[in-house]
């Protein structure tokens, strides 16, 4: 049969849709979350949804499972009208989600873990049936060798996640959501797990599959919906569709147009250097240096001790032992005040957690960690502190208009800009290091950040990154550190780093 006449038969033949999505919009006061998103999933499809941090996946998956409502569009379950007011509506239609933080229970049994928050399942549920159901749905799935008498606490982290997905096919799921299901897991762990996921998937099931580790969505997903604030930029064939192009969408502009030019200067002075860090459980040893008017990513999956050392290096750990020196000045740990007086400013991704204050002015913000030097005898000159915050304001881009509104009033991109304007023209700043800079940030305050981060570097200041977005990585770095279970494995110049050396590092360094 001709090519073209095949692929007609084929279209001819191509389930029809099980869910369809059509014109979602969402709003969060000034912010559309989403917007005119559309998408359609067959039964037996495992469908990727793939886009930065910010592009809105998250808030499609809480439309999908009743925690929140579009102000638009419609969701068509088998051709029909469905509106889930809440997570048990989606859960009696058949949609369930398995989310990235584990909900397992781990002094409860597996059976207990599988059956727990089930939709008419009694507290005590000991009948043989569902037993039974329990113990069919995990040798379907590759996993009869766990023992639903197990606790869960016994259980690796790979089969706590199989339990979690065993838990939604109990509820006769027909559309499984994973959010980052491999996230914290090993090699072996994410095998076993995909390996589970195909069997799902040749039961007639379908799943929706968010994750940031592309090589994820070549080897198991058939198709996939790309979005990028907001909105559906892209819906294709896996089999048609490559890496560099599947960036390049998710980003919407090439790696060259999104970050700013590395300045041609030879290495400065040491402006931070750390020896012998260990944090129990979490990394190490940790030896490395950062430069002065430098950019060092520390880089790898999440949970590979990173974000831990950079944690301990700002006095965040009180267990991390080691040395820290700022500019030949050793560094207490455990002692964020001390951190702070060596030089140390910290700039988190959990901006409303730990990054500015979201119920202070923007003024207010800007100038929190200048207070001493604006006060005397306990009183506050707030005219100097007012002409001190419209100049910060200035310097990272910020509205002078804005100055009076509440940083809650304001997008992600401009809170985290407050974040950095703190740090701006600082006599006494040495070494800015970061955490996720640019999660949850659209692409064009991403491009607005990465152009503050070299210009601060311009002024001198060292800067480590500990970040798990591997193109911000490669776009924004001078120097690149790789890890991987809490331990360096690799170390690159910018020049010299590729995407493959990175990926292979953190997911296979013994290769």
Not at 431 to 449: C, F
Request: hydrophobic share 40%; net charge neutral; charged share 20%.
């Amino acid at each position: 049969m001709p090519l073209d006449a095949a692929r007609q038969d084929s279209a001819a033949h191509a389930p029809a849709p099980l869910l369809h999505i059509e014109g979602l919009s969402k709003r969060f006061g000034g912010v559309r979350a989403l917007n005119n998103v559309s998408l359609t999933l067959c039964a037996g499809e495992i469908r990727a949804i793939c886009g930065e941090n910010g592009a809105g996946k998250s808030t499609l998956v809480k439309v999908l499972t009743g925690i929140v409502s579009p102000d638009d569009g419609t969701i068509r379950l088998d051709g029909e009208v469905r509106r889930f007011d809440g997570p048990r509506q989606a859960q009696a239609n058949g949609i369930n989600l398995v989310s990235q933080e584990l909900s397992v229970c781990p002094d409860l049994s597996v059976l207990d873990n599988i059956w727990l928050g089930t939709i008419g399942v009694p507290f005590f549920h000991r009948a043989r049936h569902l037993r039974e159901r329990a113990a069919q749905i995990l040798s379907d799935l590759g996993a009869g060798n766990i023992d639903l008498d197990a606790s869960v606490a016994q259980l690796n982290t790979g089969e706590r996640q199989i339990v979690e997905i065993v838990r939604m096919l109990a509820r006769d799921t027909r559309i499984l959501i994973l959010d980052e299901p491999t996230a914290t897991l090993s090699d072996q762990e994410i095998a076993r797990v995909l390996t589970a996921l195909r069997a799902v998937r040749s039961t007639g099931k379908s799943i929706l599959y968010i994750t940031h580790r592309l090589s994820e969505v070549f080897e198991l997903c058939d198709t996939a919906t790309v979005m990028r604030n907001g909105e559906v930029v892209a819906d294709c064939s896996v089999a048609d569709v490559d890496r560099k192009s599947l960036i390049e969408l998710m980003l919407g502009r090439s790696l060259g147009e999104m970050y700013p030019t590395r300045q041609a200067t030879s290495e400065g002075p040491v402006a931070l250097s750390i020896r012998g860090l260990n944090i129990p459980h979490v990394a190490g040893p940790i030896d490395l240096a950062v430069p002065a008017g430098q950019i060092v990513c520390l880089t790898g999956q999440v949970g590979c001790g990173a974000e831990g050392v950079v944690r301990a290096i700002c006095g965040l750990l009180n267990n991390a032992v080691g040395e820290v020196v700022v500019e030949g000045r050793p560094v207490p740990l455990g002692r964020p005040e001390k951190a702070f007086q060596a030089g140390v400013r910290f700039v988190s991704g959990d901006r409303a957690g730990e990054g500015i204050f979201v119920n202070q002015t923007v003024a207010d913000n800007l100038v929190a960690t200048r207070l001493p030097r604006r006060s005397r005898w306990g009183l506050v000159n707030r005219a100097a502190l007012r002409t001190e915050a419209g100049q910060l304001a200035e310097g990272v881009t910020l509205n002078r208009a804005r100055l009076s509104s509440l940083a809650s009033e304001l997008s992600g991109g401009n809170q985290q800009k407050i974040a950095f304007g703190r740090y701006v023209d600082d006599p006494d700043t040495r070494v800015i290091v970061m955490i996720e800079p640019t999660r949850g940030i659209d692409v064009g305050a991403r491009a607005e950040i990465y152009k503050l981060m070299r210009a601060l570097c311009a002024r001198g200041y060292g800067i480590l990154v500990a970040s798990t977005d591997f193109s911000e990585v490669l776009g924004l770095s001078d120097a690149i550190v790789t890890m991987y279970r809490g331990t360096i494995v690799g170390r690159y110049a910018a020049q010299e780093a590729t995407l493959p050396r990175i990926v292979a590092d953190v997911t296979h360094p013994e290769k």
